[in-house]
């Protein structure tokens, strides 16, 4: 298959979708937790969580804003200036994938879908009592993207739950060990597996490939 620019804009809406989306490879599975000022809690699923920088420690995430659906996520976290990032591992997939359905303001998925509040002491946001790594990130700055009308925004990272036997004396974490799974599109998901840990790249260490 080889497509154009011309054959992509010129497929049918949901199959066009569907191949963009998944043309990057697998994404993170992250539920996105918070709350309005109020005390509504909110859950939603997202894959478009990435890594912007260690010092400070900064995750940025694409939203997509729509003037004509209410986007529960973005509000509470202009609202409270809050919210979590949770891994989402194998034994609760189909509850995750479920956060996606159109759910009223008034309802939250933590109760819709069976998954657990948790808090911690001082962060308001809730996070996922289910997931294994989870992060509570406080919203430094909004970043908008013209071209398609989304929003890229950052968060700083304020706490970090992770399980001690996960993370090794070098602070690399094990995903495979703590049943981590990735999206492809918007609906299928994968496990997985560790295949290879290499030492820092360097040229003077460089292996023989011929």
Do not use: C
Not at 175 to 183: D, E, K, N, P, R
Request: charged share 25%.
């Amino acid at each position: 298959m080889h497509l154009t620019r011309a054959d992509i804009q010129a497929e049918e809406r949901i199959k066009r979708l569907n191949i963009i989306n998944s043309i990057s490879g697998i994404k993170p599975a992250n539920l996105v937790g918070t709350i309005d000022g109020k005390g509504q809690t909110n859950l939603a699923i997202f894959s478009s969580a990435f890594h912007l920088g260690s010092n400070p420690a900064l995750v940025g995430m694409i939203l997509r804003p729509d003037h004509e659906v209410r986007r529960h996520t973005w509000e509470n976290i202009k609202e409270t200036g809050y919210y979590t990032l949770n891994h989402v591992h194998e034994s609760f997939i189909q509850q995750a994938h479920y956060t996606s359905a159109k759910f009223e303001k008034e309802e939250s998925e933590f109760a819709g879908v069976g998954l657990t509040e948790q808090y911690v002491e001082g962060f308001v946001a809730p996070l996922v009592a289910e997931s294994k790594v989870k992060m509570g990130l406080k919203f430094e700055q909004s970043v908008p993207i013209e071209m398609n009308g989304t929003i890229m925004i950052i968060g700083s990272v304020e706490h970090l739950l992770i399980p001690d036997d996960a993370v090794d004396e070098r602070g690399h974490l094990d995903l495979s060990q703590l049943g981590g799974v990735g999206i492809s599109g918007l609906n299928s998901y994968y496990k997985l597996e560790k295949m290879a840990k290499f030492p820092y790249a360097r040229k003077s260490e460089l292996p023989d490939f011929s």
